[in-house]
């Protein structure tokens, strides 16, 4: 899903479309409350000085006491809510379309002969007078025009200020009411556009998101054919041109850190494999120059020192050659220039003759060899290598052997694989360097290692065999001792 921004489009524009509506509806309800009075008055000033000569224009031109004059003069009145009274020069009334005829013609007589209070003047010509006045008996305030008119009567036209405030304050609260309703549905309906319009803006946020993730599955899909879809369409292009050309970054960097890698592996292999050598083949042949030395100088006469010479240089020589067959070896398997040669042989016959060919080694150091009761297990693997890794496993076995010397071979099916184990009495390996035991040229006792003549390549060669043929391997320390383990694909039978 998309994430909400921080600061979304449609909240910003909701907003600003928002306050610039409220700060309108309040600019013009301000103005309409500072304003509307004072409008409506001058309108009604217009009203009155429009109804003045409307009647006077009526009064010259037919008989006032007709009755097409009264109803001009009533139609006059009601359309603009005004009171009308008119009297001749000898104060008497000859129209009055007000509630209280004797009070409106006491107050024009006071204002023909200015004897009237609480009168405040507007506007004023030869003829007629705009004013402002409240009436002192009912407190209503009237906007007022009195004056004479062309056949010589006196006319007065007032209308209450009161309806007039009452009109403008009805407008301000509904216009108020109304503004807060067209704030409140102007947002909602700009909230709605704004999604709308902003939708494709933000399917565009969500891919540019997954983008930067380098994400490049979603693809922008447009139907309006404007500005933003054509922005979408640029972007689906950019996605797949990204997508190709990382992928082909991707993989030329990883070709190129295989390949560092592997030159930097072959690297340290050649510098671990010299000085491993080196520090393998420097004690035997120093051993060899100085005793061949010692013959040729004729240090000791006597035949039995030159005998003992002689023995430590085949010894130390014998030693250099096995260490040279197990390099190459080692070589051989880890190159792949021998591959598993898989057939199918009996087990425990390779067992027995590999037993034979260390029978000699067996009674040397005094070990009690244990074997398989088992007569015949046959298995599916590569015959020389398995002899290479019974051969090794059992060297060490006899070497490190202690205690009462027990050496034991099982073998059990484990499914359909066969576990051949070779198992010696004697101390538990530590656990931090088992994990080391399969590097070639490590030696977890080098004292006890160079006494019986070992190189720490043999536990190599196992694990080369193995991965030649795919099978598991590995060490335990069991109670009294240590069992070193491998598997084969086995047979129906054992």
């Known amino acids: 899903m998309i994430r ?46 429009s109804c003045y000569r409307d009647i006077d224009r009526a009064a010259s031109l037919g008989d006032i006491s007709s009755d097409e004059f009264d109803s001009s003069l009533n139609n006059i009145s009601a359309i603009n809510n005004i009171e009308v009274l008119i009297i001749d020069a ?3 009334i000859l129209k009055s379309t007000g509630k209280d005829s004797s009070l409106m013609a006491s107050r024009l007589l006071d204002y023909v002969f200015g004897g009237a209070e609480n009168v405040e003047p507007l506007y004023e010509t030869q003829r007629f007078r705009m004013q402002r006045t409240t009436d002192p008996r009912s407190s209503i305030e009237y906007l007022e025009l ?35 309703i067209a704030i409140m549905a102007g947002i909602i309906f700009i909230s709605i556009a704004t999604k709308r319009i902003t939708k494709p803006v933000m399917k565009l946020v969500g891919i540019s998101e997954k983008m930067i993730r380098l994400d490049f599955s979603e693809k922008y899909q447009g139907k309006s054919n404007n500005e933003v879809d054509t922005l979408g369409e640029h972007m689906n292009r950019l996605s797949d041109k990204l997508e190709t050309t990382i992928g082909e970054l991707k993989s030329a960097n990883a070709k190129l850190l295989s390949d560092i890698e592997k030159k930097t592996e072959i690297d340290e292999m050649r510098k671990e494999f010299l ?20 013959l040729k100088d004729c240090v000791n006469d006597d035949a039995e020192s030159r005998d003992f010479y002689c023995d430590v240089i085949m010894d130390e020589a014998d030693r250099m050659n096995k260490l040279v067959k197990s390099l190459l070896t080692l070589n051989e398997l880890e190159s792949g220039g021998r591959g598993a040669d898989i057939e199918h042989f009996d087990l425990m016959e390779l067992i027995r003759n590999c037993a034979d060919s260390m029978d000699i080694l067996i009674k040397k150091d005094g070990i009690n060899l244990v074997l398989p009761e088992e007569k015949s297990a046959y298995v599916w693997a590569d015959e020389f290598k398995t002899e290479e890794i019974l051969t090794n ?102």
């Open 4 to 49: 909400f921004l921080k600061k979304s489009i449609i909240r910003e524009y909701t907003f600003v479309f928002g306050l610039l509506l409220s700060a309108c509806i309040l600019l013009i309800s301000i103005f309409n409350m500072l304003m509307l009075g004072p409008a409506y008055m001058y309108n009604k000033q217009k009203v009155l000085l």
């Open 90 to 92: 000898d104060k008497q």
């Open 146 to 180: 009195w004056g004479s008119m062309e056949n010589g009567n006196f006319i007065l036209i007032r209308t209450p200020v009161q309806s007039m405030n009452e009109a403008s304050e009805l407008a301000n609260t509904i216009f108020i009411r109304f503004g807060v």
């Open 275 to 294: 000085s491993n050598v080196s520090h393998e083949l420097k004690t035997p042949i120093a051993l060899i120059q100085g005793y061949a030395e010692g």
């Open 393 to 494: 496993y059992l060297s060490n076995a006899i070497h490190y052997a202690s205690g009462d010397k027990t050496v034991k071979i099982t073998v059990a099916r484990n499914g359909d694989r066969i576990r051949v184990g070779v198992f010696n009495t004697g101390e538990n390996i530590p656990e931090d360097i088992i994990p080391n035991l399969w590097t070639k040229f490590y030696k977890a006792d080098k004292a006890r290692t160079r006494e019986y003549g070992g190189s720490g390549i043999g536990l190599s060669i196992v694990k080369a065999c193995m991965e030649a043929m795919g099978g598991a391997y590995g060490v335990e320390n069991l109670d009294g001792g240590v069992n070193f383990w491998f598997e084969l694909d086995g047979t129906d039978s054992i």
